[in-house]
């Protein structure tokens, strides 16, 4: 019953029946006043960058259409699937609820009092999800069942103990899903992989390992990265490759935006804020200026910037990456990824990327 009690986004993990797991992200309205609540309305706002589905709940006793037609054009702005919720129809009488379906055709009516309606919101929830979802996949639609792979995993200080990191367990599972037999080596021993298995059809290694990696696999055998997988499922890998491009048009005094999508401790191995600025230092033959940002803050003006460095997003989903990609094509800012980065300041991209060319890219 007090505005202003939700203040910066709240989110909940949980499992809706019969789509599966979510994450809800309950945002402050877009009434406050003031300007603290001028600042919570548009943290609400920048939520939509990182939203598969909106639901938009309005106050059934007292709607507010600016409100509504001003978050529906962001909706479409973003191409962000939507729909609307009438809410608190335990305070209005059953005329004026019927008249406001009229009005807002394929409206959800609720009570989140009483729970009128909740159910049927679910349901027709799981119903859109299920229909917008689409299968993905990392290796499957580039190599047949019964292939094999190698999967090179450096274990260095950036390395978690006892553990893999999430992309490459999620390599692991898409080979298994898939029937692909994957072999999993350090870079120390992936000269005895090779011998392994000389007939290998895929060689797939963390990007900072490509030097070393690139020289150990024959030239007839096809070498990728964990990141540049990420970048196809993840973003649009023609666009991060011709983002690519904008670094041979680098000058000194430019900047370069390195984006990762999870916040952690940083060593002095650390791929994005270390080897990354380092290598491509070294390949520009001078010094540029780097600004780091973490999570999911994305600077708003990112026209000062040269370059878009994007990690590998393992830990963020497909709709944060395609508002990024939104962001830095309207202002044109050219946006590359880590693994093609990596891949190009090595000189191997045209290597690299050989698998997915084959497949169609």
Known sequence: PIKGTTTDPVKKAME???????????????????ELGIKRAERSKAV??????ALFVLDGAAPDDGGWNEMKALFERYQTPYMLVINKIDEIEEARTASLVQMYPGAQTVSAKTGLGLENLRQ??????????KDETLLGDLLPGGAKVILVVPVDSEAPKGRLILPQVQVIRDCLDHGIKSYVV??????SALKDIPDVDLVVTDSQAFAKVNVLVPAHLRLTSFSMLFARQKGDFKVFLEGAKAIDRIKPGDKVLVAESC?????HEDIGRIKIPKLLNNYLGFEVQYDFFAGNDFPQDIKK????VQCGACMVNKRSIHSRLMECQANGVAITNYGILLSKLNGILDRTVEVFRQSGL
């Open 16 to 34: 809706l029946i019969p789509f599966g797991p979510v994450v809800f992200i309950d945002t402050a309205g877009l009434d406050d006043s003031g």
């Open 48 to 53: 939509i960058k990182q939203t598969d589905f």
């Open 124 to 133: 027709e929830l799981a119903k859109r999800l299920q229909a917008d979802e």
């Open 186 to 191: 350090r870079d120390s021993e992936l000269e």
């Open 263 to 267: 916040t952690h401790n940083h060593t």
């Open 305 to 308: 910037y040269a370059v878009v």
